[in-house]
């Protein structure tokens, strides 16, 4: 339930930019660390340089802490860092900074020039490693969406839902979000219904929502009470507004 724990998407593309381009293997949360002061530190970089390709057949979610299962995963989060990846490789590729950067590593002249060959393939396909990696992440999503009864509508809903929670910057969005997923379990918890204790809501919570009429009667309930605070009030009008969607 601490959203320290969890990446922030603002985070996804220089996450995949700089993993896949540089080929770590065995990335994990473990190897992501955050401060106190919200800065991020990579770790565990030795396994680094191996060749990627897309593989929509192979997907092991704590490998890929750039992509979530609680949400759809949009291209537009990765589009601005690839971009900027792929200028940023080029020029440092054309003065010869990346070629010297590899030797300075402790690569001979030849280890140097094999590694930045291997660097130049994996960049060359971050459009087809990309794609996969939201195929798979996204039908994971969609699958257990679909488990708990939520048709196409209600899945982006509660994946609007999610990736507001999971900006972690504190806008407008994230914070009715916020109160949205408490008054969701507030409602749950009146209706006898188990919640988990994640930070984002599951599509089990959601389909429970949609479910259950004492749930939705308590959102109505809190809605309309002028005496509740006004942005609980508001969370329990806008997810009753996301669950008729």
Known sequence: SDPRAWVPRRLYGPLFALTRALGLGDMNPGGLLVDDAGRY??????????EVRPNPALYVPLDMPWVVNDAL??????????????AAFAKAEADGSLLALLQKAGLTRSEARRDLELLKGNVSRFDEVLAADLLVANRTFLKGAKEWGLGDAQARALSDLNRALLALEGGLAERRALA??????????????????????????????????????????????????????DGARALLAALTQ
């Open 180 to 233: 949205m997923r408490d008054a969701a379990r507030e409602a749950l918890s009146r209706a006898g219904e188990l919640t988990h204790r994640n930070y984002v809501l599951g599509p089990r919570e959601w389909g429970a929502l949609l479910r259950s009429e004492t749930a939705r009667a308590h959102l109505a309930a809190l809605h309309a009470d002028e005496s509740a605070h006004l942005p609980k009030r």
């Open 73 to 86: 995963n949009e291209p537009a989060d990765y589009a601005p860092a690839v971009t900027a990846f792929r």
């Open 41 to 50: 530190t990579l770790l565990d970089t030795e396994q680094g340089r191996y």
